[in-house]
T-cell receptor, first 114, second 113 residues
């Protein structure tokens, strides 16, 4: 079964600073998608950013960007200019080989300190 | 009105009760999902429906019974649950099964006594 590893269960960052969340995964596929989802406390999980594995260019969405290293099977999320509203659980989720089902990591709790 | 609505938000039930969780999506999506979220564990995919047909059942115990009467509604019927079934149950929808982009509800927090 495909596994997704988010090695740091918790991180903290000062407001306005930059933080990087790590994620590694295993897959035998060459074409797949990767996602970062955010789950604020007691609120809905929402999509943060999406990357297509066949694209070499790293995805960016405003203050959020990824560092996708396909050969290393690494997909880290960088949050710039951190804001209090960024505090949440963050989940890395690549699609499972041969289908578009997502496989989620255990998540990482991000705390943003004022 | 949020895109994916789940009711109830909280549910406490005994092991002999029968209850149901409801999910409704207002996004015009064709696929709906049930996930189980337990503390310090990855989200577990339970069931997937595409165009009202079940396409995935990840070895979920029969005490969980899904129902998808139409593309907008999804139910999870619960009976004779165990305390280890206590968790947050998340419903999600997607346009179809090809994009991987899911839209989640806020979840139903289930406690089994």
């Amino acid at each position: 079964a495909q596994t997704v590893t988010q090695s740091q269960p918790e991180m903290s960052v000062q407001e306005a600073e930059t933080v990087t969340l790590s994620c590694t995964y295993d897959t035998s596929e060459s074409d797949y998608y990767l996602f970062w989802y955010k789950q604020p406390p007691s609120r809905q999980m929402i999509l943060v950013i999406r990357q297509e594995a066949y694209k070499q260019q790293n995805a960016t969405e405003n203050r959020f960007s990824v560092n996708f290293q396909k050969a290393a099977k690494s997909f880290s999320l960088k949050i710039s200019d951190s804001q209090l509203g960024d505090a949440a659980m963050y989940f890395c989720a690549p699609t499972q080989g041969g289908s578009e089902k997502l496989v989620f990591g255990k998540g990482m709790k991000l705390t943003v300190n004022p | 009105e949020t895109g994916v609505t789940q009711t109830p938000r909280h549910l406490v039930m005994g092991m002999t009760n029968k209850k149901s969780l409801k999910c409704e999506q207002h996004l015009g999506h064709n696929a709906m999902y049930w996930y189980k979220q337990s503390a310090k564990k990855p989200l577990e995919l339970m069931f997937v429906y595409s165009l009202e047909e079940r396409v995935e059942n990840n070895s979920v115990p029969s005490r969980f019974s899904p129902e998808c009467p139409n593309s907008s509604h999804l139910f999870l019927h619960l009976h004779t649950l165990q305390p280890e079934d206590s968790a947050l149950y998340l419903c999600a929808s997607s346009q179809d099964m090809s994009t991987g982009e899911l839209f989640f509800g806020e979840g139903s927090r289930l406690t089994v006594l």
